[in-house]
C-alpha cells in the first residue's frame, strides 16, 4: 500500500520562495510515476510536474521555469521547489503516485489527475500580493 504525506506549505508573500516535501513509502519507483498537483477553491486538480519511471520531469506551463521537483529515492521524499510566487499559485497543492506507469512524463501530465491511484492528504499554499 502507497502513502504519501506532504509538508511544507505555508503562507508567504508574492515573489517569495518554499519548498514542499512529500513522504512515500510503499512504491516502486521503477515502475512508478508520481506528482504534485494543486486545486484551488472553486477549480479543478490540476497537474504541476511529473516524474516518470526513468526520472523524466516536466511541468505545467504555469509554473515552468519558477518551479522544480526532485525524488530523493534514499529519503523516500518527493520535493517541490517554487520560486517566484504569485497569487495564482495559492492552492491545496497534493502529492500523487502510481505504481504502473511506463509513459513518459510529457504524455502524463496531459493524462491528468484521474492516472493516479495514490494521494496525499494535501498542503496549503496561500500566496499574498
Known amino acids: 500500500q502507497v502513502h504519501l504525506v506532504e509538508s511544507g506549505g505555508a503562507s508567504v508573500q508574492s515573489g517569495g520562495s518554499l519548498r514542499l516535501s512529500c513522504a512515500v513509502s510503499g512504491h516502486t519507483y521503477n515502475s512508478g510515476c508520481m506528482g504534485w498537483f494543486r486545486q484551488a477553491p472553486g477549480k479543478e486538480r490540476e497537474g504541476v510536474s511529473i516524474i516518470d519511471s526513468v526520472g523524466r520531469k516536466s511541468y505545467d506551463d504555469s509554473v515552468r521555469g519558477r518551479f522544480a521537483t526532485s525524488l530523493d529515492k534514499d529519503k523516500n521524499t518527493l520535493y517541490l521547489d517554487m520560486n517566484l510566487l504569485k497569487p495564482e499559485d495559492t492552492a491545496m497543492y497534493y502529492c500523487?503516485?502510481?505504481?504502473?506507469?511506463?509513459?513518459?512524463?510529457?504524455?502524463?501530465?496531459?493524462?491528468?489527475?484521474?492516472?493516479?491511484?495514490?494521494w496525499g492528504q494535501g498542503t496549503q499554499v496561500t500566496v499574498s500580493s
Open positions: 500523487a503516485a502510481d505504481a504502473s506507469c511506463f509513459a513518459p512524463s510529457s504524455y502524463i501530465i496531459r493524462q491528468g489527475p484521474s492516472r493516479f491511484a495514490y
